[in-house]
């Protein structure tokens, strides 16, 4: 065997031409692509091992320069680490394989032996196949020619050669197809081509695969005797394995034949095939996340980053399998294509989009194959799926801190009336102390009426004390501290003693049901408090809304209808586990069901505008959240609603930690 050693490495080249000679090969050595190109004009070699890298004409162009002097030569492309991508474009060129550095000089061999036996395959295909035409004119029975035709063709080539009739039903086969489709010739004659072979009729339709029409043009082929010379087709062999063929098919000359017979032949080409898919897919996926990548890095409402997701994702995948892809994220769902009815077919992949250790949402694929296991989506769809979770993390937190700095004004602002408002308190509740004292004491003439109300100014005094405590404690962050056992009624109390009074200006009347005296929870005091607060807000404005349409006429109600809130505080059993349980529950309004789904997502309001701020409820699920509890709302329309947070209850022998 003559081979062409082409690297502008002398080194190498010695290396190589010694090792070759000594197996018995004669070589020709060359250090420069035009050195090799004149030599191969002159006298072709049978391989060629050619580095990628070259002074001059680049390896890559010395390939398709030594293809069209020589296209019997097969090529070896020598490349290094960073070459890949070149290689694979010598392989579109006509290239036989390609050889990393450093290379096993035995590989290297048998990838030059395997190049040399492909070599002799296509010299043996070629005058087979003349072989053939000649065996076919010259014959004029029909059992005589096919007896020629597996003695003489079939026997010996290394390519899948079968013959069929004008209906594709198959007449003989050769030994390269019976061991590639484990098929016999009693178990083949008679069948369907497109059942032997494995050719699916539902494969998807492409632009860049139009072997779904195989069979229309197989028979173009017989009508027009027009050859196919080029048609690229997929195949599921016996043993499930997907494979890729190059097929071609000619009719052969009708002498003493009773029916046009066809004559196709298979070369194997899934490796080349499954490289150029991997090109494409990989460039697909790319484009997604850039996409995603993108439309993340601008600010956007997650109903539109969903959507933009779940068709991002659609199109980065292999439509042969994929029906369609579903994305979920705080409540809010996209489908694409959102005509489908994804629901009643099979689920093949499921990914969690997951925030503090927390399901925020998941993004679900659906196929049309009930076997496909989709291994490289999954990669995809979780990294789609982690960069969304970062996306609206980091919303959070700047939504957080936003709130942290109303907090922390807060705390200024009470700190400051702390300071301006203690001293004349203390003046005041030391003035009435003095005159209970004096009353006592006899210096002072005992009147009951004035006494009583030195009580209430100390009373109230105290009640001041409190509320500016309270305020400082509510603003203080805690973010840093550590949880600590919490009793929920006190917390409860104190959030009404902070809105009491307001609550009693508004008229409403608050109702407490405190089951247990004692119900404490791992947490933090005051981020505890907050959330009640929040939800005893909320049910104040739903309650005064409530009576402004009754005002205005808008709704009936029972004309014995009160505002009123109703406060259970008590255990529960929740997830097979001993919970705390906060029940606020008020006769207002109550929530559509369109609305309950959005009601927790930061800056979603249903107050009038300028009422709220939609932030109240996403940090009040928030840190109930890091408190490993759960918030839920029972809504019913026009009657009210009930919010209920559940808290895992705390003992010495639970070692709660936060979330």
């Not at 027009?226 to 063929?245: R, S, V």
């Not at 095939?273 to 997650?302: A, G």
């Not at 927390?358 to 989709?374: A, F, H, M, Q, V």
């Not at 100390?458 to 405590?469: A, G, L, S, V, Y």
Request: proline share 3%.
């Amino acid at each position: 065997m003559k081979i062409l050693v082409l690297d502008d490495d002398k080194a190498i080249c010695h290396v190589l031409s010694d090792f070759l000679t000594t197996q018995g090969h004669q070589v020709e050595v060359c250090h420069a692509g035009e050195a090799a190109i004149q030599l191969t004009e002159e006298s072709p070699a049978d391989v060629a091992l050619v580095d990628i890298k070259l002074p001059g004409i680049s390896g890559i162009q010395t390939l398709k320069k030594l293809k069209s002097i020589s296209p019997n030569t097969e090529v070896v492309m020598i490349t290094g680490e960073g070459d890949i991508s070149s290689a694979i474009e010598a392989l579109e060129y006509g290239a036989f394989a390609y050889i990393r550095k450093p290379f096993d000089l035995y590989d290297l061999l048998s990838t030059v032996r395997k190049a040399r036996e492909r070599q002799i395959m296509r010299r043996k295909n070629i005058e087979y196949a003349r072989k053939l035409e000649r065996l076919v004119q010259s014959q004029s029975e029909e059992l005589k020619r096919e007896r020629s035709i597996k003695e003489m063709v079939f026997s010996h080539t290394l390519s899948a050669i079968l013959v069929v009739d004008s209906k594709l039903r198959i007449v003989s086969i050769n030994e390269a197809f019976k061991k590639m489709f484990g098929l016999n010739e009693e178990e083949a004659h008679g069948m369907y081509l497109c059942e032997a072979i494995g050719w699916q009729t539902n494969e998807s339709k492409t632009e860049n695969n139009n072997s779904w029409q195989l069979p229309e043009q197989l028979h173009q082929v017989i009508l027009h005797k027009i050859p196919i010379k080029h048609l690229e087709i997929q195949c599921t062999l016996p043993n499930k394995q997907t494979k890729y063929f190059h097929l071609q098919a000619f009719l052969l000359p009708e002498i003493a034949m009773a029916e046009p017979l066809l004559c196709i032949l298979l070369d194997d080409i899934t490796d080349a095939t499954l490289v150029r898919i991997e090109k494409d897919r990989t460039h697909r996926e790319l484009q997604c996340l850039y996409k995603i990548s993108e439309s993340i890095s601008e600010s956007r409402e997650i109903q539109e980053l969903v959507e933009i997701t779940a068709q991002a994702i659609y199109d980065a995948m292999d439509k042969t399998h994929l029906q369609g892809v579903a994305v979920e994220l705080d409540g809010w769902y996209a489908q694409y294509p959102d005509t489908s009815n994804l629901e009643n077919q099979k689920k093949a992949l499921e990914v969690k989009i997951t925030i503090d250790q927390i399901d925020r949402g998941e993004i679900r694929l659906w196929t049309r194959d009930s076997n496909y296991k989709p291994f490289r989506e999954t990669s995809l769809c979780s990294e789609i799926a982690k960069r969304l979770a970062q996306t609206v993390e980091t919303q959070e937190r700047n939504i957080e801190l936003y709130h942290s700095g109303q907090l922390a004004s807060l705390g200024e602002m009470a700190a400051g009336v702390a300071h301006e408002l203690n001293q004349p308190l203390s003046g005041i509740r030391t003035f009435a102390e003095s005159v209970i004292l004096g009353c006592k004491q006899g210096y002072l003439k005992v009147d009951e009426k004035i006494l009583n109300k030195q009580y209430k100014i100390i009373k109230q005094c105290e009640r001041m004390e409190k509320i500016i405590n309270d305020l400082r404690i509510l603003s203080r962050d805690t973010s840093k501290e550590e949880m600590m056992p919490v009793n929920v009624v006190e917390v409860v109390e104190s959030a009404l003693q902070l809105l009491g009074t307001q609550l009693k200006v508004h008229g409403i009347t608050v109702s407490k049901n405190y089951l247990e005296e004692q119900c404490i929870t791992l947490g933090h005091y005051n981020r505890l408090e907050q959330v009640v607060i929040n939800l005893l807000t909320n049910a104040k404005d739903t309650l005064d809304e409530k009576e402004e349409k009754i005002k205005n006429n808008e709704i009936a109600v029972p004309e014995d209808w009160t505002k009123k809130i109703e406060i259970t505080v008590g255990f529960t059993i929740k997830n097979d586990k001993r919970h705390v349980r906060i029940s606020v529950q008020d006769n207002g309004l109550g929530l559509k069901k369109d609305t309950i789904r959005h009601i927790f997502k930061p800056f979603y309001t249903n107050k009038p505008l300028g009422k709220g701020t939609g932030l109240g409820l996403s940090i009040s699920r928030r840190i109930v959240q890091e408190h490993k509890g759960l918030i839920e709302v029972y809504p019913k329309v026009g009657e009210g609603c009930e919010f209920t947070v559940f808290l895992p209850e705390f003992s010495p022998d639970n070692d709660q930690q936060p979330n």
